[in-house]
């Protein structure tokens, strides 16, 4: 099996194919987590930015495909975007922060 590369322009239009498949899997459902007949596998949908949310991650594979977001752990600010991903392995507190959704391009 070969494993295909792909430079970060080519993995934002993958995104948006992406993204264009959780819109049909979340469309008229609301913000919020959204959870698939997979086990385990859960879509999460924002579409206004809010307050900080305090949260505790459990061990996570977190993909965005669209828009933008902040985590703050202690001091620290982690910004991610379409075809960045969050890995976390163990639980963890933090702060997220949404910016940039809209209701045409939710997170």
Known sequence: ??????????????????????????????????????????????????TALHCVYEPILGIVVQGKKEALLGEETYRYGAAQYLVVSVDLPSVDLLSRPRQTSPI
């Open 1 to 50: 099996m070969a494993i295909e590369i792909l430079k970060h322009g080519a993995a934002v239009n993958e995104c948006k194919e992406l993204a264009a498949l959780l819109e049909r899997h979340t469309d008229g459902k609301g913000n919020g987590i959204h959870k698939t007949d997979i086990n385990k596998l859960e879509f999460m949908r924002e579409s206004s930015t809010s």
